[in-house]
């Protein structure tokens, strides 16, 4: 006798929602996925993917700008000009963006999956409302994402005044950026733009750039920020935003006011939860909007599970995609490991990178855990002086006595390359021993890791012991 096979409806196509489809297509389930915008989501289709398809094109730039450091000569003798075909420039990232999307259409398309392109909306616990039709499941995943907020008086108008997912549509290279917030978000876009040759003026309500990011690598940024000629207003909250011809004025709460071509604003993301049937469905929100989830993606309604940025739990793709999967093992009776974010790696995409993964130092300087940790800067690396590099470095937290990797900061070009060796060693329980015992080839940045390694169990110091 064969079982029926288990329906799964879910709302939502980014990576919250489209690894959980394979997942779930992939263990014999029957899977419709509702989508308004087309799969991959925001994150392929107007944040993670654009922004870092232009932040390949801006670091490019940067490389270009150090070819005389180089001994290398750019046409045009003494005055070598780069110019950025803005349109060009932002016709490559959406080209590309739509291609990726229609790629993973395309697989989960492969895997059995059903689309319905469309807006939709909860019913009840089981079932969806979409394109006329209603979808009855025996477990429904919600994995709508997550809008970028305004502020009160400043709304974006698409021309001057923008959001993130509104900047790939100028036809021009903004020539003064004002950046209001100094988050991941907001200090990605002021070093690319920087970097394409726009004036940027980076409007930061705190003290630093990055203030929830680690320090040290926050004050390295900035300095690499201020030294380009980026113009850094720290402890400066922006207030409004307005339109005047063809300028936006930027004004802030102690009356000061900023003036520039265009104005991007960047104060963090709001849940799309609203008007989606959750109340009737009987799933929880917290006080910001966010739907509660444990750390197997369930929600308050039995069968209903959540994923990604509509939970609030880490604003990343890896996350989303993660909680995703474990929705669906854990729905369809697999064996599951609950969500571990002490595990998750991240890096903010400026120019040098920050990857980051494990414990912080703001945990370790609290006192929350005990670590020895060494910083080893960059400068000394063969092969960041054969590159020119001059600011990042490697940072390791590792346990007194035992040695176990508990974390790590790489501030470096292609950070987000030279984190995965420390994300492997938290994963796999590995010591700072092991992997000063690794192979690292030399000259190679990542020969910086084994040597962090090394000297963490020489000279580290007990910040807490
Ligand atoms: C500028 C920017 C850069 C980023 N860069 C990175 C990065 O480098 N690395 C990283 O890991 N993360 C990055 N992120 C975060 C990442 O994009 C998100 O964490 C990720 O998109 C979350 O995926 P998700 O599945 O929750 O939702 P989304 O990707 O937002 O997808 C949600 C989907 O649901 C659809 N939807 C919503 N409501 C409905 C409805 N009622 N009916 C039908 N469909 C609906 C939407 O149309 C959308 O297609 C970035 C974010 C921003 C803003």
């Known amino acids: 006798m064969t079982l029926p096979r288990p329906n799964i409806a879910i709302l939502g196509g980014g990576p919250g929602g489209y690894e959980a489809a394979l997942v779930a297509a992939q263990l014999g389930a029957d899977v419709t996925v509702v989508d308004e915008d087309g799969l991959g989501g925001a994150c392929v289709l107007t944040d993670c993917v654009p922004s870092k398809t232009l932040i390949e094109s801006s670091s490019t730039m940067t490389s270009l700008g150090r070819s005389a450091s180089l001994g290398l000569e ?141 320090k040290d690598a926050a004050v390295v940024i900035e300095g690499v920020f201020r030294r380009r000629g980026m113009n850094v207003l720290s402890k400066s909250r922006a207030e409004a935003v307005h339109r005047k011809g063809d300028s936006v004025v930027v004004t802030l709460s102690d009356g000061r006011q900023v003036t520039g071509s265009h104005c991007l604003l960047t104060v963090g993301m709001a849940p799309s939860t609203e008007g989606i049937g959750l109340a009737r469905a009987g799933v929880n929100l917290d006080s910001r909007g966010f739907i509660e989830v444990d750390r197997v993606s369930r929600t308050s309604a039995p069968g209903v599970y959540a994923a990604g940025d509509c939970t609030g739990v880490l604003m990343l793709a890896s996350v989303a995609a993660m909680q995703g999967r474990i929705a669906m093992w854990h729905g369809l009776g697999e064996a599951v490991q ?65 040695g176990m990797v508990l974390g790590g900061v790489v501030v470096a070009p292609r950070a987000s390359e030279l984190i995965l060796p420390l994300s492997i060693a938290i994963e796999q329980n590995l010591s700072v021993d092991q992997i000063a015992h690794t192979f690292s080839v030399y000259p190679s940045l990542s020969g910086s890791v084994t040597e962090a390694a090394r000297t963490v169990m020489e000279f580290g110091s007990d910040a807490i012991v």
């Open 338 to 402: 609950p969500i571990r974010l002490s595990h998750v790696a991240s890096t903010i995409f400026t120019d040098p990178e920050i990857a980051s993964v494990g414990v912080s130092q703001a945990a370790v300087d609290r006192g929350e855990v005990a670590a020895r940790v060494v910083k080893l800067p960059l400068a000394t690396n063969p092969r960041a002086k054969m590159g020119g590099i001059r600011d990042g470095f490697v940072k390791i937290f590792a346990r007194p006595g035992t």
């Open 74 to 214: 750019l046409a045009n003798g003494a005055n070598p000009v780069v110019g950025v075909d803005a349109p060009a420039l932002n016709a490559r990232i959406k080209a590309l963006a739509a291609a990726q999307s229609n790629d993973i259409s395309e697989h989960v398309a492969a895997e059995g999956v059903r689309l319905v392109q469309a807006r939709g909306r909860l019913t009840g616990p089981h079932t969806i409302a979409a394109d006329g039709a209603v979808i009855r499941a025996d477990l429904v995943l919600i994995a709508t994402g997550a809008t970028p907020r305004a502020l009160q008086d400043g709304i974006p108008d698409g021309e001057r005044i923008l959001t993130c997912r509104q900047i790939y549509d100028l036809t021009e290279l903004p020539e003064e950026l004002i950046v209001v917030g100094s988050g991941v978000t907001g200090a990605e876009f002021a070093s690319a733009y920087q970097a394409l040759g726009s004036q940027v003026t980076l409007i930061s309500s705190r003290e630093r750039v990055l203030p929830h990011e680690d």
